[in-house]
């Protein structure tokens, strides 16, 4: 099969093509054939060794990625070869920057013949962390209004899909004209410049002062001191994503009886996370959820994508193609 290796941590040219021997099935496993490949920030993270988790040298990147079953060995009798499936193998570190790939049956699931396999590449990590965030970090209920901050990635994307299904309000930033489009296309009703500085007042006018039930962050380090001035009385804001140190006035969190939680998919027990991707399969078949696809890139040019990944202008999902 032909893979991207790793077998060095380091900068994006570490990740090489190689040749290796196709999988072979252990018992429960069925052999995929991958046809897109999700490329995500926590890749990039691994990949240079700075990672809380990493797996052991030479390794395979890649928690996401979508294709058909091609072998099925006696005993799985739920799966069939040519069906289509999506994958998340995060918890474990099988790998998905290849062709194909074997997998226990807990880490696929069924793909509706109406998403394309790019898009099928866009949900595991992407959706997960923004159900998770939502709905278990977040306790969102039907009715509150939540700030998606950051709306125009694939966790924003997926976010804004969420909540709105969710029946909740849904307000997001952005940093561009097209970012905030896709987020407008996913479903907030307000999207506001993520540079804009009187974007908190603006929150609050259209709030009437009460502020947002929940933020989702998904840059804490550039926004949590702005946060805390959004949120409303006994509001949540769950940290999805961070790049350093940020000084805040703990005294906000005070006087709105605030939560401040940080979350990560990798905290997550098996079973809960498996949950949370049936929950996703129900979100597809409702099309309620449908992954937006940013950028493309064929398999050996997997040192690119992850220089696309920190990009301003990149909105949605990067997928390689094998």
Known sequence: MRAILVS?????????????????????????GIRAVGVNPVDAYVRTGQYARLPPLPYIPGFDAAGEIESVPAGVTEWAPGDRVWISTLGSWRGTYADRGRYPSDQIYRLPDAVSFEAGAALG????????????????????TVLVQGGSGSVGIAAIQ??????????????????????????????????????????????????????IEMLASANLDIDLTMIGMRGRIVIVGSRGRIEIDPRFTMAKDATVAGMALWNVPAQERIAINHALVSALDQRTLAPRVGLTFPLDQAPRAHEALFEEATRGKIVLVP
Do not use: N, W
Request: aromatic share 4%; hydrophobic share 40%.
């Open 162 to 215: 969420l909540a709105r299904a969710a029946g909740l309000r849904v307000f997001a930033t952005a940093g561009s004209d097209g970012g905030r489009a896709a987020a407008e296309e996913a479903g907030a009703e307000q999207v506001f410049d993520h540079r804009d500085p009187g974007r908190a007042e603006r929150v609050r006018q259209i709030t009437e002062g009460r502020g947002v039930d929940l933020i």
């Open 125 to 144: 990590v992407p959706a997960a962390t923004a159900h998770r965030a939502l709905f278990g970090r977040g306790q969102a209920k039907s009715g509150e």
């Open 8 to 32: 060095a941590f380091g900068d994006p040219d570490v990740l090489t093509v190689a040749e290796l021997p196709d999988p072979e099935p252990a018992p429960g496993e069925v052999i995929v």
